[in-house]
């Protein structure tokens, strides 16, 4: 029910911005959040923004780079990536949680392949 869209290929210092989109109409009952996995890497949490927007929440890599917003109205939930590197090579689930800051996910979405060439 959560539907990630948005991945690509981009070169280095490039922008893209992923969307996902809960058919399920739980917003703002649960928080939103993005992770991703790199191959032979464990699954990171790389942002994350509670029900109503007022907090989120980053992984040190991203901070300054990447940008976590939602629209509550369209059920979605956005990452918006700017300055992207090849180290952000990686397939990017969305999600939703009870809980803020997240801890156990709840709802898990595709996921969608970012890729950036250097």
């Known amino acids: 029910q959560l539907q990630a869209s948005g991945g690509g290929l981009v070169q280095a210092g490039g922008s893209l911005r992923l969307s996902c989109t809960d058919s399920?109409?739980?917003?703002?009952?649960?928080?939103g959040a993005w992770f991703r996995q790199a191959p032979e890497k464990e699954r990171e949490l790389v942002a994350s923004?509670?029900?109503?927007?007022?907090?989120?929440e980053y992984t040190d890599s991203v901070k300054g780079r990447f940008t976590i917003s939602r629209d509550n109205v369209k059920s979605t939930v956005y990452l918006q990536m700017d300055r992207l590197e090849p180290e952000d090579t990686a397939v990017y689930y969305c999600a939703a949680a009870n809980t803020f800051p997240v801890r156990d996910v709840n709802y898990w979405g595709k996921g969608t392949q970012v890729t950036v060439s250097s």
């Open positions: 923004i509670s029900g109503f927007g007022g907090s989120t």
């Open positions: 399920g109409r739980r917003s703002p009952l649960y928080a």
